[in-house]
C-alpha cells in the first residue's frame, strides 16, 4: 500500500518568506507526527496530532512554525518569516493510534534550505 | 528532557565483519524504545519496537537487546553487506504513552564490499 508522502521533496526559499510543507499521511492511521532534524543530529520532535487535534505541540520552537491537519488526514507545517536556523529536513511519520508502542512510520522528508 | 546517545557516531567495516552500536537511555518512567534504519535518501525504516527488559529481536541479520533497568539496547548486524551501510537510529517514548520520540544523533555505518 501507498507509504507515507511529503511535498515538496526539496524547498529552497530566502529568509524571511513563508513556506508550507505537506504531509499525506498512511490512510486510516490517526496519529501523525511532524519532526525536524538538523545537520548532524537526530530528528528531534516537533508536533503530535490525534486525529484533528494537536495534542502535544511542545517542540515547535516558537510561534513562526505552525502545523494544521483539518479533515484528520492530511497535515500542513507552515513556517513564517524563516530564518537560516529553519534550514534542515522535515519528517512526517504516521502511526495506527498512540497509547500503545505502534510503529512510526516515516515519510522520506522535505530538505528545507532558508538562503 | 531525555537525552539518549548513541555511539560509536560512525563505523566503518568489511563486508562480512559483525558489527554492533549502543543506544543508551534515562531507564526512569520508560515505555518503549524503537530502532529505525534510515538510507539516504529514502524515508527512514522501523526495525524494531521494543518494550519489555530482556526483550531480544530480530529480523534477518539484524537483533537487538533491551535493558530497561540500566537504559541501553544493543542493536547487532551479523556479517554485514553493502546494503547494510545507513543511519541506525534509535528513539525513546518521551512521554509515556504518546508515541513522541526522543532520538539519538544515530550511528551511521559504511560497509566496504
Given amino acids: ?115 | 528532557i531525555l537525552n539518549v546517545e548513541q555511539s560509536p557516531q560512525s563505523l566503518h567495516v568489511q563486508e562480512g565483519d559483525s558489527t554492533n552500536f549502543t543506544c543508551s537511555f534515562p531507564s526512569s518512567n520508560f515505555y518503549a524504545l524503537h530502532w529505525y534504519r534510515w538510507e539516504t535518501a529514502k524515508s527512514p525504516e522501523a526495525l524494531f519496537v521494543m518494550t519489555l527488559n530482556g526483550d531480544e529481536k530480530k529480523k534477518g541479520r539484524i537483533s537487538a537487546t533491551l535493558n530497561t533497568k540500566e537504559g541501553y539496547s544493543y542493536l547487532y548486524i551479523k556479517g554485514s553487506q553493502p546494503e547494510d551501510s545507513a543511519t541506525y537510529l534509535c528513539a525513546r517514548d518521551g512521554s509515556g504513552n504518546t508515541g513522541k520520540l526522543i532520538f539519538g544523533q544515530g550511528t551511521t555505518l559504511q560497509v566496504k564490499p
Fill in chain 1, 1 to 115: 500500500g501507498a507509504g507515507v508522502s511529503q511535498t515538496p521533496s526539496n524547498k529552497v526559499t530566502e529568509k524571511g518568506k513563508y513556506v508550507e510543507l505537506r504531509c499525506d499521511p498512511i490512510s486510516g492511521h490517526t496519529a501523525l507526527y511532524w519532526y525536524r532534524q538538523s545537520l548532524g543530529q537526530g530528528p528531534e520532535f516537533l508536533i503530535y496530532f490525534q486525529g484533528t487535534g494537536a495534542a502535544d505541540d511542545s517542540g515547535l520552537p516558537n510561534d513562526r512554525f505552525f502545523a494544521v491537519r483539518p479533515e484528520g488526514s492530511v497535515s500542513t507545517l507552515k513556517i513564517q518569516r524563516t530564518e537560516r536556523g529553519d534550514s534542515a529536513v522535515y519528517l512526517c511519520a504516521s502511526s495506527l493510534s498512540s497509547g500503545i508502542p505502534y510503529e512510526q512510520y516515516f515519510g522520506p522528508g522535505t530538505r528545507l534550505t532558508v538562503t
